[in-house]
């Protein structure tokens, strides 16, 4: 009890910090880089068990269990665990449209046979996958097309694993780190605190890139990593790797904050633990709690953070 208040107390001083912005970097040197080789929360004492992550969960196209046709391929194999799979080869933009009751999800799709992999973020239930293909300008056809029950093995299957848009895999840098941060963490919780004082500390936003980010823009979060910098998408890409990596379910969403109408990026995490207070949200037993790493590296105040009402979910991958 006495070392998770330490930590809790220190991610607070960090996040405290970093309101106040940071000086940029030396030449040569990044946020993250400073921040992998210097100490962010206390060491824990001798006779610390740190917390002991589950094997990773995965994500794959599985060529040998695909159907399709007009040089799509759907994957179906992998709902249970959480997911879809598609490849498509083809001579124009590509679509795949995931519906799910009023629910509609569209996401690019390479068309040169990159196989992609995407979230069952509604749980339970009947999906239409649908492949589409570009014939003129917003236009799209559908070129193949498949509806499937889902029942997967648990309501979280979709936010412990890999995709489009939280990408990374066993040998990532940033699940690396994690796995580093893991070592010094007691719990699940403390882990969440080690990561949220990691992101906060070293990556600093990118104003530039979010001047001239284009749409379909998709993070790398080994970059984010790298650099030391990136945009709301980057900061939530890079948090939800780190905790899905070691077994702690994680969302990343898309939405609107107020006042302003901000269109943002952040997480939601689930630990069955309490205890852990970031700004003004405190975090509950058995319920999923938000994490807003943007705002908290970067010195926005409470009329943006506030309590949680001010946010209006729209996305969730």
């Given at each position: 009890?006495?070392?998770?208040?330490?930590?809790?107390?220190?991610?607070?001083?960090?996040?405290?910090?970093?309101?106040?912005?940071?000086?940029?970097?030396?030449?040569?040197?990044?946020?993250?880089?400073?921040?992998?080789?210097?100490?962010?929360?206390?060491?824990?004492?001798?006779?610390?068990?740190?917390?002991?992550?589950?094997?990773l969960l995965g994500a794959a196209f599985h060529v040998e269990a695909a159907a399709g046709e007009n040089g799509a391929l759907l994957d179906?194999?992998?709902?249970?665990?959480?997911?879809?799979?598609?490849?498509?080869?083809?001579?124009?933009?590509?679509?795949?449209?995931?519906?799910?009751?009023?629910?509609?999800?569209?996401?690019?799709?390479?068309?040169?046979?990159?196989?992609?992999?995407?979230?069952?973020?509604?749980?339970?239930?009947?999906?239409?996958?649908?492949?589409?293909?570009?014939?003129?300008?917003?236009?799209?056809?559908?070129?193949?097309?498949?509806?499937?029950?889902?029942?997967?093995?648990?309501?979280?299957?979709p936010f412990l694993r890999p995709s489009d848009y939280v990408n990374y895999s066993e040998d990532s840098a940033c699940v690396?780190?994690?796995?580093?941060?893991?070592?010094?963490?007691?719990?699940?919780?403390?882990?969440?605190?080690?990561?949220?004082?990691?992101?906060?500390?070293?990556?600093?936003?990118?104003?530039?890139?979010?001047?001239?980010?284009?749409?379909?823009?998709?993070?790398?979060?080994?970059?984010?990593?790298?650099?030391?910098?990136?945009?709301?998408?980057?900061?939530?890409?890079?948090?939800?790797?780190?905790?899905?990596?070691?077994?702690?379910?994680?969302?990343?969403?898309?939405?609107?904050?107020?006042?302003?109408?901000?269109?943002?990026?952040?997480?939601?995490?689930?630990?069955?633990?309490?205890?852990?207070?970031?700004?003004?949200?405190?975090?509950?037993?058995?319920?999923?709690?938000?994490?807003?790493?943007?705002?908290?590296?970067?010195?926005?105040?409470?009329?943006?953070?506030?309590?949680?009402?001010?946010?209006?979910?729209?996305?969730?991958?």
């Open positions: 009890m006495l070392l998770r208040r330490v930590l809790l107390a220190a991610a607070l001083m960090l996040l405290l910090c970093s309101c106040g912005g940071s000086a940029p970097s030396s030449a040569g040197e990044t946020d993250a880089s400073r921040a992998g080789s210097e100490t962010l929360l206390p060491k824990p004492p001798e006779e610390f068990t740190p917390y002991a992550a589950p094997p179906l194999s992998a709902l249970a665990d959480g997911y879809v799979a598609v490849s498509v080869e083809a001579d124009a933009r590509i679509k795949l449209q995931v519906k799910y009751g009023e629910e509609t999800y569209n996401y690019d799709v390479a068309s040169d046979g990159t196989p992609s992999c995407f979230p069952l973020q509604s749980g339970d239930g009947t999906y239409l996958f649908r492949v589409m293909k570009n014939v003129s300008e917003s236009k799209y056809i559908e070129i193949y097309a498949k509806e499937a029950d889902v029942k997967l093995k648990d309501g979280y299957q690396q780190k994690a796995r580093e941060l893991a070592k010094q963490a007691p719990d699940a919780l403390g882990l969440v605190g080690q990561v949220y004082a990691f992101v906060t500390g070293g990556v600093r936003y990118d104003t530039e890139k979010a001047q001239s980010v284009q749409s379909g823009y998709l993070p790398k979060p080994d970059e984010t990593l790298a650099t030391g910098q990136g945009i709301c998408f980057d900061y939530a890409a890079l948090a939800a790797a780190m905790l899905r990596s070691q077994g702690i379910p994680c969302k990343m969403i898309f939405g609107y904050v107020s006042p302003g109408n901000v269109y943002h990026a952040w997480n939601m995490f689930y630990t069955a633990k309490t205890g852990w207070v970031t700004v003004k949200f405190e975090v509950r037993g058995e319920s999923w709690n938000r994490l807003d790493l943007t705002f908290a590296a970067n010195g926005q105040d409470d009329v943006f953070i506030g309590d949680g009402s001010n946010y209006t979910d729209l996305f969730v991958y």
